[in-house]
């Protein structure tokens, strides 16, 4: 993303220097999914996704998502995202979102990668959408269907996500001041289904508002996770870490 186009390595290396191993950094349209691929070559502990957002999926074709098959084929690769609906902001037309989706989960499905879910003010058109996919991918249990990215839901939502196989991601906002509706859901969440993530340069832990998130801050989200559900923060990243190479099969780091 362009916040960190003038210091990127420095990033990289304090996130390294602050105890963060491993990296997956995701695209959001053909441009950015092949930069993830060339960050993702350059350095040991980064990894990519390939994917179209649900904002930038106007005008895209099914030959745009063969292209994208093509970049999820590079062995740096470990899942199609960012993908999913965004009914919030409704910058792409709701039928270009919901006819691309299915298209890259129908991709994802033929590659046996993980998907990384956008879900905003959609769920009603993404849960049935999500259960008639899963119920037709023959991936084999112990692959995992993919993860609910800055899941915000409540313990009913985190429910039918459980049913169907799906992980969820958390961020820095658990913290904000109006957090405190999703801490509920966050602990019904078994503890073998939880990841971590930043959403950099986006969601900005408390602390930073109003600046550029970035990988080094993923610390405060283990502290702030661990103090919802009353556990050691050591357990939050062993377990979080633990999931993470689960679901994207990624190499011991």
Not at 97 to 104: A, E, G
Not at 148 to 167: V, W
Not at 174 to 196: C, E, F, V
Request: charged residues 20%.
């Amino acid at each position: 993303m362009e916040p960190f186009s003038k210091d990127r390595t420095e990033v990289i290396a304090r996130a390294q220097d602050s105890g963060v191993s491993t990296i997956i950094t995701v695209g959001v349209d053909q441009g950015s999914s092949e930069q993830a691929i060339k960050l993702a070559e350059s350095y040991s502990g980064v990894f990519a996704a390939v994917g179209f957002h649900p904002h930038n999926v106007a005008g895209v074709s099914k030959l745009d998502v063969a292209s994208l098959a093509q970049l999820a084929g590079h062995p740096r690769v470990v899942a199609i995202g960012e993908v999913g609906l965004d009914f919030y902001r409704d910058y792409s037309p709701r039928e270009a979102q919901l006819r691309v989706l299915k298209w890259q989960l129908q991709l994802a499905a033929k590659l046996g990668l993980p998907v990384i879910v956008h879900c905003r003010q959609a769920e009603k058109d993404m849960m049935p959408l999500l259960r008639d996919w899963v119920s037709h991918d023959k991936r084999p249990p112990e692959q995992p269907p993919g993860v609910i990215h800055c899941f915000s839901g409540d313990t009913n939502t985190a429910r039918e996500y459980l049913d169907m196989g799906f992980f969820f991601s958390l961020g820095a906002y658990i913290g904000y001041p109006t957090s405190g509706r999703l801490h509920s859901a966050i602990r019904s969440i078994p503890q073998d289904r939880l990841l971590i993530e930043t959403d950099c340069p986006y969601l900005p832990p408390q602390s930073h508002r109003g600046r550029r998130n970035e990988p080094a801050y993923l610390l405060i989200t283990v502290g702030l996770l661990a103090r919802i559900r009353q556990v050691p923060p050591e357990q939050i990243a062993q377990e979080t870490t633990q999931n993470a190479r689960r679901l994207f099969r990624l190499p011991e780091g």
